[in-house]
């Protein structure tokens, strides 16, 4: 698996550090919706959240089943010391790159 984190893995990882002990599917996509002000699919979270946990950066456990839910548990999600080393790369990496830039308009970095 590449060590190497694409753009939503990035915000999926963000989130999760975000959330702390509160990591887990629904709040994590509506902390990614509200930041990034962009929908997002329960289906494209849960495939990446696999993705980050295959490649070592997060770890996954269910909580306790509950009547609220109907029986179903909660899966939680934590930001392994992989991932967050996988994050700083992925961050210095990007402050590298935009260093110096400058995009018509007048932004730069």
Do not use: C, N
Request: cysteine-free.
């Amino acid at each position: 698996m590449s060590e190497y984190l694409g753009e939503f893995e990035q915000i999926v990882l963000l989130a999760i550090v975000r959330l702390e002990e509160g990591a887990y599917g629904v709040p994590i996509r509506h902390e990614i919706e509200k930041r990034t002000d962009r929908r997002v699919s329960i289906g494209a979270l849960y495939s990446t959240l696999d993705r980050l946990e295959g490649k070592g950066f997060v770890h996954s456990w269910f909580a306790d089943a509950t009547p609220q839910r109907g029986g179903r548990s909660k899966r939680y999600f934590r930001l392994l010391p992989e991932g967050a080393e996988a994050l700083a790369r992925s961050k210095a990496m990007l402050d590298r790159m935009w260093q110096g830039v400058k995009v018509k308009g007048g932004f730069h970095a």
